[in-house]
């Protein structure tokens, strides 16, 4: 799992059974660009990484893990998100083996979507993968 230390602040402002929704505040350590103050791409990414697992992981027994398989990443438009991000993320189905997720980067403040996303994860016994 993504750890809490690459997107200080995280918290988690829902986590109920396949949704999540999860709430980045703005941080100048996520700017990627001081000229315009939007921030990094990677950083809406790994947000949208986070988001993605555990709206999986609240579907499962508490024995299971999960690993990213594939993570499609759409980038509408850039943001300075002064008021912090929230990432959104409902798990659409969940087979034996693999959970297929839609997510989205919202402005905490405005609501404009700023990054969408489709994911799936593979189910692993807890401790496995890297």
């Known amino acids: 799992m993504l750890a809490d230390h690459l997107l ?11 949704r999540v929704v999860l709430h980045l505040p703005f941080d100048p350590a ?14 809406l990414t790994a947000l ?18 999960v690993e990213l398989l594939d993570l499609r990443v759409d980038h509408l438009r850039a943001t300075a998100a002064r008021a912090g991000l929230q990432s959104r993320a409902v798990c659409r189905r969940l087979t034996a083996a693999i959970g297929f997720v839609a997510a989205d980067v919202v402005e905490a403040d405005s609501g404009v ?16 993968g890297p």
Request: with cysteine; hydrophobic share 40%.
């Open 8 to 18: 200080p602040g995280i918290e988690a402002l829902q986590a109920d059974t396949g």
């Open 113 to 128: 979507t700023v990054v969408t996303a489709a994911g799936s994860v593979l189910r692993t016994a807890d401790g496995e």
């Open 30 to 43: 996520l700017v990627g660009d001081p000229r315009t103050g939007h921030v990094h791409g990677g950083v």
């Open 48 to 65: 949208l990484d986070k988001a993605v697992r555990l709206a999986v992981l609240c579907r499962l027994p508490a024995d299971e893990g």
